[in-house]
């Protein structure tokens, strides 16, 4: 019945039905025919309303609308806009320069908004003309927006390490108290930021290397902008890049800061950057009650969206675990072949696939709760096994044929740039994602070496 049950859910999505919805209608309908069969005991449901309340009470989760709020402002405020046009004229001058300032403001844009979607649709409306207005080969503009929109995965503050790490806290608890563990350590959203940070700014790196070494392999494929058509005053561009990078630089500054500080909790850092995001709207002259009322709707609408699928997935994880289904992952999980590693692989491999028809949110709220705790029985560092996760989803969100990124990207991409170009123009970027995630996988002190330093 666990796995009808998953298979159901996966049936229901494919139809096009909301994510939500399909999670807790599915879940519901097979509780109604279980407990008509004698297979599910419905009192495990009386636990709904007591996990729908710490939701609710769950200050950090407070962060995610704070968060969401702060990255849809600075959207609002034309910061990305005035970002690649500065950048572009900082490193125009060398061949794959737009590409570089493409990923550069991405990574800003990620530090900033940690909102996927929106820094992909934002980068192709804005860059993606202008790339092929300079003769860049479609599918190398294409990749590099794609792969660079989706930064805001690992990049802090994100929201899919917000959203990770209050899962992760409670299935770290939930494993070490069935080790017999009863005074259980924590694991904090601060904690997974900081692991997160290391492994994100080698990712840019490589991303960087990548696109130089295009520079120097096929330089057709990403010329410089002509002199004619760059600043001659040097000075005066000098003046811009301050002006241009330094507030949104300020404002991640005092955001991670404040974390990496300890000053502040994420939730506080996240009302420190919505505060921060309104200042600079208001800086910029584009803040009123309009755009205002425009940023808190958009806010209410993806909150809610978050919430009403974690009260599906609360659903489909109380069902779940009626037809002793974390029995089953657990016996399977513990029973494959290569112990921890090969676990370790499985969930991996299981969540790639889930990324190309699930969000992040869905899989973290359904997925991570159900192997999360057999996994860190097993002795895997919680801050390492959620910064895998988040790149490994990261991955997801890039791989043809049903990458979120590039459903993004196509759906504002000019009607000359083909969809195969797009697909093509990722491949690469995949590769160095797949590297990434075998160095952390080798090297787990990418993830861990800077919270063990800060927190000690």
């Not at 069902?319 to 089953?328: A, N, Q």
Request: hydrophobic share 55%.
């Amino acid at each position: 019945m666990p796995l009808f049950l998953f298979i159901g859910v996966v049936a229901v999505l494919l139809l096009g039905y909301p994510v939500a919805l399909s999670l807790g209608g599915t879940a519901l309908a097979f509780a109604l025919a279980g407990e008509a069969l004698g297979w599910f005991d419905p009192s495990f449901l009386e636990a709904l309303p007591n996990r729908l309340y710490g939701v609710i009470t769950n200050e950090t989760l407070i962060a995610v609308p704070l968060f969401v709020f702060m990255g849809v402002m600075l959207e609002r405020s034309r910061i990305a806009e005035h970002l690649l046009d500065t950048m572009a004229m900082l490193f125009g001058s060398v061949r794959g320069g737009l590409g570089i300032s493409v990923t550069l403001v991405g990574m800003l844009l990620a530090a900033s908004t940690g909102i996927v979607g929106a820094t992909v649709v934002t980068m192709g409306l804005l860059s993606l003309p202008v790339m092929l207005r300079r003769n860049y080969d479609p599918a190398v503009a294409a990749g590099t927006i794609c792969a660079s929109g989706t930064l805001g995965q690992i990049i802090p503050p994100s929201i899919v390490l917000v959203l990770l790490g209050d899962v992760l806290s409670s299935a770290y608890q939930q494993a070490q108290l069935e080790m017999g563990v009863w005074s259980p350590d924590t694991v904090s959203v601060g904690d997974l930021f900081v692991g997160a940070l290391v492994p994100g700014l080698l990712l840019v790196g490589l991303y960087l290397l990548y696109q130089i070494g295009l520079a120097v392999v096929r330089p057709q494929a990403v010329p410089a902008i002509p002199a004619d058509e760059r600043p001659a005053d040097r000075g005066e561009l000098a003046r811009r890049v301050v002006s241009v990078l330094l507030p949104p630089l300020l404002l991640v500054v005092a955001v991670l800061g404040s974390i990496l500080g300890g000053l502040a909790t994420p939730t506080e850092a996240a009302s420190v950057g919505a505060v921060g995001a309104i200042v600079l709207a208001a800086t910029r002259r584009q803040l009123s009650l309009k755009i205002l009322r425009e940023v808190v709707r958009q806010t209410a609408t993806v909150t809610s969206m978050v919430f009403l699928i974690f009260v599906g997935a609360a659903i489909f994880s109380l069902v779940f675990r009626g037809f002793h289904g974390d029995d089953l992952v657990t016996e399977f999980l513990t029973g494959l072949p290569g112990g921890v590693v090969g676990a370790v692989v499985v969930v991996m491999l299981v969540m790639f696939l889930l990324g190309f028809i699930l969000d992040f949110i869905e899989i973290t709220f359904v997925v991570v709760p159900i192997v999360g705790p057999v996994l860190l029985a097993m002795g895997l560092d919680p801050v390492w096994l959620g910064v895998m996760i988040a790149l490994n989803l990261q991955t997801s969100f890039l791989t043809p044929p049903f990458g979120f990124s590039l459903f993004y990207l196509r759906g504002v991409a000019p009607a000359g740039v083909g969809t195969a170009q797009i697909y093509r123009g990722v491949l690469p970027y995949i590769l160095i994602q797949l590297v990434m995630l075998a160095m952390l996988a080798l090297w787990p002190a990418l993830a861990t070496w800077l919270p063990g330093m800060i927190y000690g």
